[in-house]
C-alpha cells in the first residue's frame, strides 16, 4: 500500500515591490510570495502533490513553518485511504485538538491547512489523469457532499439541502461541460487599476483590456477621494459604457467613509464595490450594502472560512461573493462556501492574481459552473497578468475569457527552476538583490 | 537614548495533557503552553519586558516563529519615544503592509503582536515602578484614549464617546483603588468542571469552591447530553441555590443543538452559557441569545479582535464579554474592547487560565474597574489553579477575590528555571519524558 512519505516545503518569494505591481491602498509595497508544498509518496508513479500559500511578503516564512506543523499529519498516510475519504482528512486537519487554538480555523494555520489540503487535491486529480475541475465535476452528488464539514453551517446550509443543489444541476452537466471547453469561463482584469500606476498608464491599460476581449475591468480605490474621482472618470472615458468597472477598496474605509465615498464614484456606473471595509465586519458590511444599494457589495478575498461567508449571506452583506482558493482550507472548503453561494442565489466571482491564484481557482469556477450553480451569468474570474510564466500549467486567456485547462492536476506546480532561483533568502534572485543592495 | 537591543523568544510547554487537567468537550488533551518573549534595552536599568502568547502544545513552534517575525519592528527603537506613543508602536504592527496579509488581525500573527505589546507594556510598568493596572489606571482620558485605534470602530465607538465614557469614570478612581486594594476583585473558578474528572472529583471540587469563597463556578459541558445533565444536577447539589453555576460548551454546537442541549441544563438555573458556538458566528451566537433567554450567553476567549466583538455588542449576542489577556493584539486591543464593552453597558468577565492568562488579565479587570467601567457588579475574572507557581508574581486568592498585584509590571514573568527546563523540544522536562516514553 503506498503511502506520503515526503513533505518539502519552500519560502518563495519575487521581489515585485520593485514595480509596484500589486499596490493598492492598503498593501503599497507587496512582494508576492508563495509558501509551497511538494508531497510525494512512494507508490512508483513520479506523481507529486503540490499546493501553496499566497502571502505578500515578510511572514511567508512563519507561513511556511505552519504548513511544517502539518508534517505529521500527512507522512506515513496511505494514499488511496486517504485520497478515498478527503471529507475525513480534512477535518483531521482542521479539527486537531491542538492545533485549532491557532486559529480556530482563520489565518496562518488555516492557509497552511489550506496549502495541504490543495496538494493532496493536485495528486488526486493527476493520479486520476485529469484536471481538478474535471475531477470535481465528475463526482456525484454525495461525494460532494461528503467532502464538506457541515459542522457551524446547518443553520443556512444542511446535508440534505446541498444533496438537493446537486441534484438539481445533475441533469446539464455534460451540455455545460461542453460549453466551458468550447467558450472558456468569463475573466475579469484587474491589471490597468493599480494605485501605484500613473494616469497615463491607466488609460493605456484600459484601452488594452477592451481590445483584449474583457467585458469587466477594476479600479483600486480608497487613497484619495479626487484621485479616485479623476481615475474612475478616465476609466470610463476610456472603456466606453458598456464595460463594467468594479471598484476595490481593500478594507480601507470604516463604514460611514465607505458610504460617503462610493456616493462620489457612482456617476460613473461602479458594478460593484469590493472590500469596502474590514473582512471580519459582517455587519458593517450589511449597513453599507443596504446605505448604497442598488450599487452592489463584492467581498471574499479575506474571509476567513465558511462560517463569516455564511453570515455575510444571511445578513444580505454582498452580492458578489470572492472565493479564494488560498485563503480558506482548501477545496473542500471552497465547495462548501460554493453551496452556500447556490443556496442563497449568490454569484461566485473569486478573487485571483497573486502567485497562481488564478491557476488554482479556475478549477473552482469551473467546477460550480459544471455541478453546481450550472452558470456564468454574472459571474466572472478575476485575472491579473503576474507571474503565470513560473508555472508549468499556467492559465491561458482568449477573448477575456480562461480556456478550461486539461492537463491533469490543479495547475499548481511552479517550475523547478523557479523554487530554486527565488527561494528565500538564499536563491540567487534574492542573494543578488542582497548584493545589490549593499553597494 | 537607549534602544531595544535584545529580542529572546522561548517555546515554553507544560505536560498537562498527562493529568487531563484543561480537559473540555474540543480540548481533549491540551499541553498548555507559551511562544514566550523577552525584550532588553540598553538603559542599563537591568529591566526586561516580557511577553507571551498561549498556546495548547502542538503549533507553538509556528506561534514562537510568528513572535520572531516581529523582532526587526522592535530591535532598535528608541524604548523613550516607543513608551511615550504605545497607540503607534501598536499601529506600527497590526498595520504592516505585508504581515497584516496573514490575518489579517486575527490568528497566530495577531496573537504574536499580542505578546510583544504585552511584554512592551511590562517593561512600561516596571520602569514606572508600579503594577500594570496602576499604570493604566493613572493615566488621563486623553492618553487612554491614544492608545485605541478606532479602524473599523467608528459605527459602534468613536473618539469622542469614549473619551466621555473615561471622564465620567474619573471622579471616582481614587475610591474604587482602595475598594481594590481593600478587597480584590471577585473571581470565579473552573477547577472543579473539567470534562475529564469523575463525578466524586466534581462533587469534592464543588465543596472546596465554595469553602474557598468562590460565589461563582464554572462546568464544562457539550460531548454528552446526559452526562451534561448529571453532572449539572450533582453540581448544583453541590453548592446550593446561591452559587452561580455557569456553563461552558467550548464552541461545541450548532445553533439548533445549541438551543435544545442549554433548554435540558436551565432546570438547573444556569447563570450564563459560554461559547455555545463558533466565536466567528455572531450572527449564530445572537439566534442561540434571542432563543434561550433569559439565560444568558458569554463569549470572548477566542473572539479574534476588537471587530468582532463590535458585532457581538451591536448583535446583542452576548450578555457577559470575556476578553483574553493573549488572544487579540495585547493591552492596547483589550483597552478598546473594554471602552466598547462600556458603551453597550455589558460587564467584562475575562477569560484565564492556561499559562499565565489570570496573571495578566487580572490586571486588566482593576484597570476597568477603577478607570473604564467603574464597577464590579455582576463582573468575575475567571480563576484556574494551575501553572501559577512558574511565575515570579503569582495571582494571589483570598475568600475567591483576585488580590491586587502590586509588583511593578504585568506579573507575565516566568521563572528562570522554567524558561529553562520546560523549554520545548530541549529542556529537561521534555528530554526526559521522551527517554520514559521510548522505554
Redesign the interface.
Known amino acids: 500500500m503506498p503511502r506520503f512519505t515526503e513533505f518539502e516545503t519552500y519560502d518563495v518569494r519575487f521581489p515585485t515591490s520593485l514595480h509596484l505591481d500589486g499596490s493598492d491602498a492598503?498593501?503599497?509595497?507587496?512582494?508576492y510570495s508563495a509558501a509551497y508544498l511538494i508531497l510525494r509518496t512512494d507508490a512508483g508513479d513520479g506523481l507529486e502533490g503540490h499546493g501553496f500559500a499566497f502571502?505578500?511578503?515578510?511572514?511567508n516564512?512563519?507561513?511556511t513553518?505552519?504548513i511544517e506543523?502539518l508534517r505529521d499529519h500527512v507522512v506515513g498516510l496511505e494514499v488511496e485511504s486517504t485520497l478515498a475519504d478527503l471529507g475525513g482528512f480534512w477535518k483531521s486537519l482542521v479539527h486537531?485538538?491542538?492545533?485549532?487554538?491557532?486559529?480556530?480555523?482563520?489565518?496562518?494555520?488555516?492557509?497552511a491547512i489550506g496549502a495541504v489540503v490543495n496538494a493532496v487535491w493536485d495528486l488526486a486529480a493527476k493520479r486520476a489523469g485529469v484536471p481538478l475541475w474535471k475531477l470535481l465535476a465528475g463526482l456525484s452528488p454525495e461525494q460532494i457532499v461528503d467532502l464538506v464539514d457541515f459542522?457551524?453551517?446547518?443553520?443556512a446550509l444542511t446535508h440534505d439541502e446541498a444533496l438537493e443543489i446537486l441534484r438539481k444541476a445533475e441533469p446539464g452537466r455534460a451540455e455545460r461541460e461542453k460549453q466551458l471547453l468550447d467558450h472558456g469561463y468569463p475573466a475579469y482584469t484587474t491589471t490597468p487599476g493599480w494605485l501605484g500606476y500613473d494616469d497615463a498608464k491607466l488609460v493605456q491599460l484600459c484601452h488594452e483590456a477592451v481590445a483584449e476581449g474583457f467585458g469587466q475591468i477594476k479600479l483600486k480605490v480608497g487613497a484619495n477621494l479626487e484621485d479616485d474621482v479623476r481615475r474612475m472618470q478616465l476609466a470610463r472615458e476610456a472603456v466606453g459604457p458598456d464595460i463594467r468597472i468594479a471598484i476595490d477598496a481593500n478594507?480601507r474605509w470604516?463604514?460611514?467613509d465607505a458610504i460617503t465615498w462610493i456616493e462620489a464614484l457612482t456617476p460613473y456606473d461602479v458594478w460593484w464595490v469590493e472590500e469596502p471595509?474590514?473582512?471580519?465586519?459582517?455587519?458593517?458590511h450589511a449597513?453599507i450594502a443596504r446605505a448604497i444599494a442598488p450599487t452592489r457589495v463584492a467581498t471574499g478575498e479575506?474571509v476567513?472560512?465558511r462560517?463569516?461567508f455564511?453570515?455575510l449571506l444571511?445578513?444580505g452583506a454582498l452580492s458578489f461573493l470572492q472565493i479564494d482558493s488560498a485563503r480558506v482550507a482548501g477545496v473542500n472548503e471552497n465547495v462548501a462556501i460554493l453551496l452556500l453561494a447556490a443556496k442563497f442565489g449568490v454569484p461566485v466571482c473569486p478573487h485571483a492574481g497573486g502567485v497562481g491564484l488564478c491557476e488554482l481557482v479556475q478549477h473552482l469556477s469551473m467546477f460550480d459552473l459544471v455541478a453546481v450553480s450550472g452558470s456564468t451569468d454574472q459571474r466572472v474570474i478575476e485575472y491579473v497578468d503576474h507571474l503565470h510564466e513560473h508555472f508549468l500549467d499556467p492559465v491561458v486567456m482568449e477573448a477575456g475569457h480562461y480556456v478550461a485547462p486539461v492537463r491533469p492536476g490543479f495547475s499548481a506546480e511552479l517550475a523547478a527552476g523557479t523554487l530554486r532561483d527565488f527561494r528565500y533568502p538564499g536563491g540567487k534572485v534574492w542573494t543578488e538583490f542582497t548584493k545589490e543592495q549593499s553597494k
Open positions: 492598503m498593501n503599497a509595497d507587496p512582494d502571502t505578500i511578503g515578510r511572514g516564512d512563519v507561513q513553518a505552519a506543523a486537531d485538538s491542538q492545533l485549532r487554538w491557532l486559529g480556530p480555523e482563520k489565518g496562518v494555520i488555516h492557509m459542522r457551524y453551517l446547518t443553520d478594507q470604516d463604514v460611514a471595509t474590514s473582512p471580519d465586519d459582517v455587519l458593517g449597513a479575506h476567513q472560512n462560517v463569516v455564511k453570515q444571511q445578513a
